[in-house]
């Protein structure tokens, strides 16, 4: 399968959804938080055991904020277009920052590898637009050479992608279908994502965020628990 360029499971996706919903309420909807707008389509339609359609629960996110326009926007961006939120404003109402994991890393690709007799064969997909994809490499290639240094495992492998630059460029040589090819790999920055609190990333918490914190998450969260 290609699961891996293809496939988007919708329980984290829904989970995503849901953490933008409730941090764009707590700040544009006067106190309305995605516990009340939950609970709102509980007594609509869980109670009642009323089935549901996608334009229900929009209006009952109409409902509860009193305001269709708000409802319309957010269904239109984030759940019949499947637009991304931007996530960065909106956790930096709590004094957390969005940031690249490894700002100044190289990377080849996220993939998972077979480490067996000396040998580091791919063992899922290349995605797309990643280093490794775009060099031609996919799931069953092993990878034999890269920029002239052998590799004959994992922990090479690493070292080698670990001594590159972003945008620098090597050559990359792997066994695809029983034959031994080269191309050329361009190392891109590091796509990965974390979040932090303003005290860790030693920026000033605000009193406003650390109020927004401490309603959202808790008390203890305030301080950075």
């Known amino acids: 399968t290609n699961n891996a360029n293809t496939f988007v499971s919708y329980y984290p996706y829904g989970a995503m959804v849901a953490l933008a919903l409730d941090l764009t309420l707590r700040r544009d909807a006067g106190g309305v938080t995605l516990d009340d ?14 089935p549901y359609t996608i334009a229900d629960l929009e209006a009952v996110l109409a409902e509860v904020t009193g305001d269709a326009a708000f409802a319309d926007a957010f ?14 404003p909106l956790l930096a109402q709590a004094g957390l920052k969005l940031q690249r994991r490894n700002p100044d890393a190289a990377w080849a690709g996220s993939v998972g590898f077979d480490d067996d007799d000396g040998a580091l064969t791919l063992s899922s997909n290349t995605t797309i637009g990643s280093p490794l994809y775009a060099a031609g490499l996919d799931r069953g290639d092993a990878i034999v050479s890269l920029g002239g240094v052998a590799i004959g495992g994992e922990a090479d492998w690493d070292a080698a992608v670990a001594g590159r ?7 990359i040589r792997f066994v695809s279908r029983g034959a031994e090819r080269s191309a050329e790999i361009t ?23 650390r109020a927004f914190r401490a309603a959202w998450l808790g008390g203890d969260a305030a301080d950075g628990g």
């Open 37 to 50: 707008y939950m609970r709102a389509v509980w007594a609509r339609h869980g109670v009642t055991e009323i």
């Open 75 to 88: 269904f239109a961006a984030h759940v019949h277009d499947g637009g991304l939120p931007d996530y960065e």
């Open 165 to 171: 630059a972003i945008g620098e460029s090597a050559a």
């Open 187 to 209: 190392f891109a920055p590091d796509p990965s994502l974390q979040v932090v609190t303003y005290e860790a990333a030693g920026l000033e918490l605000s009193a406003a965020q």
